[in-house]
């Protein structure tokens, strides 16, 4: 009623000045009475100033998320129930808040409590429908957040970001695929998780970001993701590495010789999955596509020098690797590698990485039988499409058992 009456006589002084003694003498106090009464006191007080709340949203949050952390759980309980009519009350006067509403909230999704769990699962339910509907969410600020919380290792704190993730996702004036590299390493990881829910609530909102990376595949940074991709395609969680290698795939076949100065680590990754046996079919089928899109972006154009008296035939450079003399496995791969584009023109091979990875398969003992193949299939195909660049590295010091096989 008091502050009714002050938002009547548009007295700001006098409006501060109640939520100041509610917050520093009753929601801030040692004694845990007066806390709750200041807790619900700030509820009021923003009921009270209905659509005028916005203008004094920093004095009422801050006191009430300082209690989200009080040891007692029922005053937690109090500061949701607090910050869920505040926030129902501003709408979107809380978004320029987002940030520091939101660190309170991920850590109340870990909370022991039931009750504080449950309370902060509605606040959270607001605060998503309040994103969704507004076209004012400062996702700028907003991704360093992110970027730091994804790599929680608590359950419910992760179940807490996916969740996030997934709204933002499918908000038509966020476009959260821009930031896709400062988040994609943490959200493999989360793939890996112990719970089958979040593993599935991740794999989701990986699926629906490589729908819009094939949509818009323009505006996608790949270059800047390739190697986060390279790591987790190495994984022992057999999901993680499935998808990351499905992830691989499509880079390949979408950013074409964008992806050609990552190609060490791509072989690296891919080369051992060629010998796994029927129970990782799936990973080694996608692994295989990998390598033979990775192999089609090596051309002639790769090879330096002036010189062609040393160069193979036409007839020869066109005819491929041994496994494509006779099935069209490699030329039914789409590869889009326009000879126009700035970035493929940018894009030099370093044959020097790619020996090196197909030097170490060959000599280590362990490497399967159609690893090996398909090294020396790699070895053949370089010689025809980079004849000069081969030589060159086999004259040089160190060149290793690859030029001994060549």
């Known amino acids: 009623r008091l502050v009714r009456e002050f938002v009547a006589q548009n007295n700001a002084v006098q409006i501060k000045h109640v939520i100041q003694i509610l917050s520093q003498e009753f929601a801030l106090s040692q004694h845990p009475h007066s806390r709750k009464g ?53 709408r979107g006067s809380v978004l320029p808040h987002f940030n520091v509403l939101f660190d309170g909230l991920s850590k109340l999704a870990a909370d022991p409590d039931p009750n504080v769990k449950s309370g902060s699962e509605l606040l959270d339910r607001l605060l998503k429908d309040i994103v ?24 419910y704190a992760r179940q807490f970001i996916i969740s996030w993730i997934l709204v933002l996702e499918n908000v038509p004036d966020i476009n959260l695929l821009e930031y896709l ?13 112990n719970s089958k829910e979040i593993r599935k609530m991740c794999e989701v909102s990986l699926g629906e970001f490589l729908k819009e990376i094939k949509k818009l595949p323009d505006s996608v940074k790949f270059a800047e993701m390739a190697n986060i991709l390279v790591i987790h395609c190495q994984s ?24 050609l100065p990552y190609s060490s680590g791509i072989l690296t990754a891919v080369l051992p999955c060629l010998s796994y046996d029927d129970r990782k079919k799936s990973i080694k089928e996608v692994a295989n596509v990998c390598n033979l899109s990775l192999m089609k972006l090596v051309t002639p154009e790769d090879d330096e020098g002036d010189d062609t008296s040393q160069l193979p035939s036409q007839e020869t450079a066109d005819r491929g690797t041994p496994d494509t003399e006779n099935d069209s496995s490699l030329d ?9 584009s700035p970035a493929a ?4 091979l370093n044959l020097d990485g ?5 030097d170490r398969h060959l000599c280590e003992p362990t490497t399967g039988m159609m690893t090996r193949i398909c090294v020396l299939k790699w070895l053949y195909h370089l010689y025809i ?14 060149s290793g058992a690859v030029c001994s096989h060549l």
Not at 181 to 193: A, M, N, S, T
């Open 38 to 90: 200041g807790l619900i006191g700030l509820a009021a007080c923003s009921i009270a100033l209905g659509k005028d709340s916005g203008q004094y949203l920093r004095e009422l949050i801050e006191p009430v998320l300082t209690c989200f952390n009080d040891a007692d759980s029922r005053l937690r309980y109090y500061a949701c129930e607090a910050l869920y009519n505040i926030v129902k009350v501003a």
């Open 385 to 398: 499409k980079t004849p000069r660049k081969v030589r060159t590295h086999c004259a040089g010091p160190g």
């Open 132 to 155: 969704t509907e507004s076209s004012k969410f400062d996702l700028v600020s907003f991704v360093p957040l992110l970027r730091e919380r994804i790599y929680s290792n608590n359950q």
């Open 345 to 348: 023109a940018a894009v030099t």
């Open 354 to 358: 790619i020996v090196q990875v197909l």
């Open 332 to 340: 039914n791969i789409s590869v889009f590698a326009p000879r126009s």
């Open 181 to 193: 590299p400062e988040i994609l390493d943490g959200l493999f990881q989360i793939l890996g998780d």
């Open 236 to 259: 022992s969680d057999d999901l993680i590495q499935l998808t990351a290698m499905s992830w691989m795939r499509e880079f390949l076949q979408l950013a074409g010789r964008v992806m």
